[in-house]
């Protein structure tokens, strides 16, 4: 089975500052990974995936992540925050392509003080 | 098109109605999702239909009833709802070849 534990609800960070959002998962087979941003009253957009290949993956936004299997981690950062980073942010996780089933963890907030 | 679209944005209804939710897709996805999302709280899934097909069914009450007329067309029929069941609706589509799935913005529902 596979599921996703994202560490902190809740994190703040000053603008200008590193954005470090944490996230765990559990898969018995390779997993597909994913972070989404959602933004109040609105659907979830993806920001950046890893499937295969390499694994530091970039995204949207000038987010990215690190595929880290000896640590079964997916960690995602950006070296400046920005006040429109401010959302509520999702890890998930799939097995390969079968389009089946996301497992998402239970979302982290950032809030991004002036 | 690129995008995943929902009508109606928002809906209020009684618990004695009946109402539709209506997701569309243009992007040729074979896989279509509907979740619910409490406030603060990841999405939920519903129901999944692959192929035109229902897939999984995540032991959703019966008051909640979906439908895929076709490839491009996800709806979810409504009945006798709860206040409980007052929600976000998200619906995606999945991109097997991109493995990537794709949210539309939501409906936002209210059951009184």
């Known amino acids: 089975a596979q599921s996703v534990t994202q560490l902190g609800s809740h994190v703040s960070v000053s603008e200008g500052a590193l954005v470090l959002l944490r996230c765990n998962y559990s898969?018995?087979?390779?997993?597909?990974l994913f972070w989404y941003v959602q933004y109040p009253n609105q659907g979830l957009q993806l920001l950046l995936k890893y499937t295969t290949g390499a694994t530091l993956v970039k995204g949207i936004n000038g987010f990215e992540a690190e595929f880290k299997k000896s640590e079964t981690s997916f960690h995602l950062t950006k070296p400046s925050a920005h006040m429109s980073d401010a959302a509520e942010y999702f890890c998930?996780?799939?097995?390969?392509?079968?389009?089946?089933?996301?497992?998402f963890g239970t979302g982290t907030s950032l809030t991004v003080i002036p | 098109d690129t995008e995943v679209t929902q009508t109606p944005k928002h809906l209020v209804m009684g618990m004695t109605n009946k109402k539709s939710l209506k997701c569309e897709q243009h992007?040729?996805?074979?896989?279509m999702y509907w979740y619910k999302q409490k406030a603060k709280k990841p999405p939920e899934l519903m129901f999944v239909y692959s192929y035109e097909k229902l897939s999984i069914n995540e032991s959703v009450p019966s008051r909640f009833s979906p439908e895929c007329p076709n490839s491009s067309l996800l709806n979810l029929h409504l009945h006798a709802l709860q206040p409980e069941d007052s929600a976000l609706y998200l619906c995606a589509s999945y991109d097997y070849r991109g493995n990537e799935q794709y949210f539309g913005p939501g409906t936002r529902l209210t059951v009184t």
């Open positions: 992007m040729g996805h074979r896989a």
């Open positions: 998930a996780v799939t097995i390969s392509n079968t389009g089946n089933q996301f497992y």
């Open positions: 898969s018995s087979v390779p997993p597909y």
